[in-house]
Nanobody, 114 residues
Framework: QVQLVESGGGLVQAGGSLRLSCAASGNIFSINDMGWYRQASGKQRELVATITSAGITNIANSVKGRFTISRDNAKNTVYLQMTSLKPEDTGVYYC????????WGKGTLVTVSS
């Protein structure tokens, strides 16, 4: 089992920045990819960014150039640096870790005001 705890969400004005963190614990040696997904009210959960254990990243087109994902394997933590935030970035951001299964955190709310 893998446990994931997100932090760093909050309220920010459009154009601002936030950094999300996700700390993994448990069977961390089995983790391959980690990533961030988000879900806006009334919408489906969508991929934001993923990163492999080797550091290869995949960024959604909607946030490319504004968001950066990084990973500190020594700290078992993945980060999402978000800049130039827009109101449409508002939602609950979930951390994801993949082994043979997918594990999810409980999410952290990001609200971007216009």
């Amino acid at each position: 089992q893998v446990q994931l705890v997100e932090s760093g969400g909050g309220l920010v004005q459009a154009g601002g920045s936030l950094r999300l963190s996700c700390a993994a614990s448990g069977n961390i040696f089995s983790i391959n990819d980690m990533g961030w997904y988000r879900q806006a009210s009334g919408k489906q959960r969508e991929l934001v960014a993923t990163i492999t254990s080797a550091g290869i990243t995949n960024i959604a087109n909607s946030v490319k150039g504004r968001f950066t994902i990084s990973r500190d394997n020594a700290k078992n933590t993945v980060y999402l640096q978000m800049t130039s935030l827009k109101p449409e970035d508002t939602g609950v951001y979930y951390c994801n870790a993949r082994t043979a299964k997918a594990f999810w955190g409980k999410g952290t709310l990001v609200t971007v005001s216009s």
